[in-house]
T-cell receptor, first 113, second 114 residues
């Protein structure tokens, strides 16, 4: 059973529109993360959370918001989507922070036109 | 700040060739180091993990040793197969407490030709 799932798996959005990417984990992990993947940049951390109802900024948070309404769910919100946000987005979970293994979802491919 | 460097963007080998992927890191703390692998259409998954306690990780025929003197964490495999074609990321566990996170290298795309 897939322990980290993401929805949608792909999306086409218009510039200036609102986009919400969702992530659900069944690992019972405290930590959840959102990354974006771009050619030439590897994976970069956008937001993360270590407890429900609280989120933290990662390395590239500008233009993104995050929401963690429960331990299992973590959303990434693009209030005003821009062309530069076209990328593949990955959600991950871990039992504790950076020294622990992270388990990734399958990714969401976002195209902003 | 903490960082990871992978210089090889792409490596092309034939089956049964020896694989060596360079990785160097920089951190002021005791490092936890990982190699993650990403197959086409999937998210990254852990290949192996090494801490200062064990120095060496082995998984699925891959091996990586942490060298504090040279701050290196190279990935090796004696004989690659076509199924090993994927992107390999060198990753450093960084920070302390609740701010700990993973820092990914840029990745090395391995293509193994039959």
């Amino acid at each position: 059973e897939a322990a980290v799932t993401q929805s949608p798996r792909s999306k086409v959005a218009v510039t200036g529109g609102k986009v919400t990417l969702s992530c659900h984990q069944t690992n019972n992990h405290d930590y959840m993360y959102w990354y974006r993947q771009d050619t030439g940049h590897g994976l970069r951390l956008i937001h993360y959370s270590y407890v429900a109802d609280s989120t933290e900024k990662g390395d590239i948070p500008d233009g993104y918001k995050a929401s963690r309404p429960s331990q299992e769910n973590f959303s990434l919100i693009l209030e005003l989507a821009s062309l530069s946000q076209t990328a593949v987005y990955f959600c991950a979970s871990s039992d504790w922070g950076g020294g622990d293994t992270q388990y990734f979802g399958p990714g969401t491919r976002l195209l902003v036109l | 700040g903490d960082s990871v460097t992978q210089m090889q963007g792409q490596v092309t080998l034939s089956e049964d060739d020896f694989l060596f992927i360079n990785c160097t890191y920089s951190t002021t703390w005791y490092p936890t180091l990982f190699w993650y692998v990403q197959y086409p259409g999937e998210g990254p998954q852990l290949l192996l993990k090494v801490t200062t306690a064990n120095n060496k990780g082995i998984s699925r025929g891959f091996e990586a040793t942490y060298d504090k003197r040279t701050t290196s964490f190279h990935l090796q495999k004696a004989s690659v197969q076509e199924s090993d074609s994927a992107v390999y990321y060198c990753v450093l566990g960084s920070g302390t407490g609740n701010t700990r996170k993973l820092i990914f290298g840029l990745g090395t795309t391995l293509q193994v030709q039959p």
